[in-house]
Every structure is written in structure tokens, then in C-alpha cells.
């Protein structure tokens, strides 16, 4: 007698573009002004527990990106945000190598949140649905730990922004900017390295006028930085379109020292006015995002056996056994 039961092979895809997130949202999100409303709101609460913390940012950073990416593949509205957000944070201190006791996270959240009368049982009933939620979210990011596992965007910023020669102001407000694009979903879109380069040409436009007259962003080689024009522009545009549409949500413009350039909505105009033609990474078609399991299934609680799997190898090798095995 044959026994079968059902089995899922996923291939992790860290990035997805545009079109991809709104579909998989599709299943996920049923209001997203919603959605948008209260990721301003877990944003505000990740970066005060950040900083009661001493937390660095690529730890906010990696939290976000894990709060993002689970609301892809698990519902929304099921969800108790604040809970999330705080496992989204333990995970990444693990992440990121930033440890903190799960205790002092659970203490510091119930203050952030100006909740003073915490007895034992809560705290205890607190701790343990963390742990239950790093399990799903870990499975959102198909247990990939490759990404958000060395340099961050701020890191990158400084590192790449010193090799180009790039003056103090530049990288620093190209800094600003990399705080403020956190409320955007360029995290899911663009790794962090194609991200920094996109905010330094920004910061490097926006203070052209205090630039060295021999430096030219073209003479930029996009390959030294293991990234391509594409994945910058993507970024670019990003960028450039939330400060647009944006603006006033940002704390950009209240955090510019008052010796550097006037930065406003306007300027993020002008900008996307002298770039042209919006360009970056080529989409998929609606036909294949409609075909693409990936986005389109919801999680089944059917499947006995899930496995997740890094290189696209791994999963032609085992399509092809099946197949074999099949006609044989």
C-alpha cells in the first residue's frame, strides 16, 4: 500500500518588483490605506524601541524589511501589529548580531507603547508569541540569511559614498534620505547596496552645486559596486516618486542643517523632470505574475512538507527527477 502526501518547494526571491508586491498584497491586504496608515504607525514604534534600545539602524532596517515581507504572503487584517513588530526586532538583533535580551525588548515595547501595569503572566504570554510568530515570518523570507546578513543601506552609504570621494555633506544627507525611504517598499524591491548608490546620486544632484567641477556622476561604474544601471535606477525613481507623493510624511526637510541646500518637494520635481523617462529593472507581464504560483496561492495549511531552497538549480534537478520517475 502507497502513501503520498502533499509537498512544496519554494525558491527564495528576496526582490520582487512593483507589480509583484501589489499582486501578492492582493491576497493579503484587503485596504491598503490601511496598511499604509499603520506601517507609518510600527515604523514610529520600531525606531523609539531603536533608540530606547541603543539599537544601530540596520537593525531597524532588517526589522521593517521582515515586517514588510511577511505582510506578502500572511493576511493583514489577522494580525496583532504591534506583536508582529516586536518579533519582527528580535529576529533582526539576531540578524544583525545586535543582541538584546528578549525581556528588555518586551519591556522597553510595553513603555513604548505607555502601557505602565505589566504583570508576570503578560509578560510571559508576550515572550512566547514572539517566539511562535519568528517561525512565519522567517518562512515570509523563505529562511534566506543571506539577506540583511552583512552591510545595510547606511553602512553602504558611508562605505561607497568615502570610495567616490564624495565631501561629508553629500553621504550626510544621502544619510537623511536613507532614514526617511524606510516608509517606502523599496526594501522589498532593490538589495541595500543599489539602494545607497541611488541616494548617494540623489544627495550628489540635490548639492551639485557644491560638488567638485571634475566630478561627474557618469564617470560612476556601477559594476565596481557589484550592482547594475538598472537595479540603480529602479532605486532612483523609487526614491524619487515617494519624496513626490510623500513628502509630508518624510522628516527630511526638518532635519537638513540650515547651511546646506533648501530641499523640497520641488526639488524632488525638478529632479525626476531632468532624469526623463522613467527607466529601471524590466517588469513582468500581468499574464506571468497571473501564472506565477509564487504570488498568486495562498499559504495552505495542507502541506505536510515545506521546503526552501536558494539556487534555481536545486529546483530544475528535482522538477526533472519527478519527471524521470514519473515515465518510468
Known sequence: MSSSFEADLTLSRPYLTRKQITRAQKNTVSDLRSYSQKKLVIIKYLSDMCVQLKL????????????????????????????????????????TETLKKMNDICQVSYKVRKINTVTLDMMETFKKRICQSELRILEACSFDYRVNNFLHTDEYIVKIGKKMGFERRICHLAWLIGYDILKSDILLIVPPHS??????????????????????????????????????????????????NSFDI?????????????????????LKQKAGRQKGSIEVSNDDIERDLYLTNMRSMNVRERRYVLSAKLVVDEFTSIRDSSSA
Open 56 to 95: 544601530p539602524r540596520k537593525t531597524l532596517e532588517t526589522s521593517i524589511y521582515y515586517y514588510e515581507r511577511y505582510h506578502l504572503f500572511n493576511c493583514f487584517e489577522t494580525e496583532l501589529i504591534y506583536l508582529l513588530a516586536t518579533s519582527c526586532l528580535v529576529l533582526s538583533c539576531k540578524q
Open 250 to 270: 518624510c522628516d527630511l526637510s526638518s532635519n537638513v542643517p540650515k547651511d546646506y541646500p533648501h530641499i523640497g518637494i520641488e526639488s524632488f520635481i525638478k
Open 195 to 244: 539602494i545607497a548608490i541611488a541616494v548617494l546620486k540623489i544627495s550628489f544632484e540635490l548639492f551639485k552645486n557644491h560638488c567638485s567641477e571634475n566630478m561627474n556622476w557618469f564617470d560612476v561604474k556601477y559594476s565596481d559596486f557589484e550592482t547594475t544601471a538598472k537595479l540603480v535606477n529602479e532605486a532612483y525613481f523609487e526614491i524619487i516618486n515617494f519624496y513626490i
